[in-house]
């Protein structure tokens, strides 16, 4: 920022600096009468060179004068010195509660996703996570019986860590989908928040818990959560670890695509089908974009700082050696 740099609030003060002309022409007109009356003039501008001299320095206080009058038609045009950037800019930031309730079964174990399901679906949604810096974000995880492994936190960094924790067959066998479901809905129960979600992952179908998993969906939609439903894993034969000396060992991968939908369907939520880890990482790229926190950018202009006072100080100062010019070093020299 530099000092003389200005913009002004009221630039048609400017308008005034018309009068100026007009008055230096009344001061020419003025002395010229006064000089055809007296006839001759000690202080006359023009009857040789000391007299000029003389004529000079007895029309510095109108020149003052002229300046200081100058100065206060700048003061009134409230000059305003220049920032880089006069402008402020704020944002507000709306985040989403969103819980992630993840399949943990047995099943999760399967080889057909590299290290298996269960290592990729938690490095996938590890990633999902590092990318919403501004929600609030909680984890579930279910098989015979499902608990909450994070509640909804705004601390990633703790969240993450709850991840690597996580593993299969430590709550019961079985799948609940029902319950994983539940127990995210305790979870955003009381949100405040405008945007809900669950995202529910699984690789199986329904076989246990105390509640429907369509009927879980049904409070969620009361409650205006919405539920995005994964299906991750490929079907059929599918291996596992171990074995025998005779053979790999295999299980019977089946996924309940009909029931995911529906459960999407009933929240407004989606359905989506992952036979690979880049389909995966796709689909959470996808849900990324829907459910993207609002940012709301506020702009407005920065108040410039004042600079008429300086105008002021100029103007007064002026008139002040005027005044001394005219009524003690001038008339003590006359």
């Not at 001061?27 to 040789?48: M, P």
């Not at 000029?52 to 010195?81: D, K, T």
């Not at 999407?264 to 089908?273: I, L, P, V, W």
Request: proline content about 3%; aromatic content about 10%.
């Amino acid at each position: 920022m530099k000092f003389w740099e200005f913009t002004y609030h009221s630039p048609w003060w400017f308008c005034l600096f018309a009068i100026l002309p007009l008055l230096i022409i009344l001061r020419v007109f003025k002395k010229a009468n006064k000089e055809t009356v007296i006839g001759h003039s000690g202080f006359s501008l023009f009857s040789s060179k000391s007299n000029f001299l003389s004529g000079l320095v007895f029309n510095i206080p109108f020149v003052l004068r002229l300046l200081a009058f100058s100065f206060l038609i700048i003061a009134m045009a409230r000059p305003q010195q220049k920032l880089d950037d006069d402008t402020i800019t704020e944002q507000s930031i709306e985040g989403i509660d969103l819980v992630l309730s993840m399949d943990i079964s047995q099943s999760m174990e399967a080889l057909d996703f590299k290290p298996d399901r269960l290592g990729a679906a938690k490095k996938v949604a590890k990633n999902f996570v590092k990318k919403r810096p501004n929600d609030r974000i909680g984890l579930v995880v279910y098989e015979g019986e499902s608990y909450t492994a994070c509640a909804l936190t705004t601390d990633h960094e703790s969240l993450l860590k709850r991840f690597d924790n996580i593993e299969s067959g430590k709550i019961g066998e079985g799948t609940a989908i029902g319950m994983g479901i539940a127990t995210a809905i305790n979870r955003l129960r009381n949100s405040e928040a405008k945007s809900k979600v669950i995202i529910l992952l699984t690789d199986g179908e329904n076989n246990t818990g105390k509640i429907h998993p369509i009927t879980a969906s049904q409070y969620a939609k009361e409650l205006g959560i919405r539920v995005y439903t994964i299906g991750i894993g490929t079907t059929g034969k599918v291996r596992m670890p171990g074995g025998t000396p005779f053979g790999n060992n295999y299980i019977d991968s089946k996924i309940d695509e009909k029931m995911l939908k529906e459960i999407a369907s009933n929240t407004d939520g989606k359905y989506y089908r992952a036979k690979n880890i880049r389909q995966l990482e796709s689909i959470y790229g996808e849900i990324d974009k829907l459910e993207k926190s609002k940012i709301n950018t506020i702009q407005y202009k920065r108040d410039l700082p004042e600079a008429f006072h300086w105008f002021v100080v100029a103007a007064l100062v002026l008139l002040m050696l005027e005044y001394l010019l005219n009524n003690f070093i001038l008339r003590v020299n006359s």
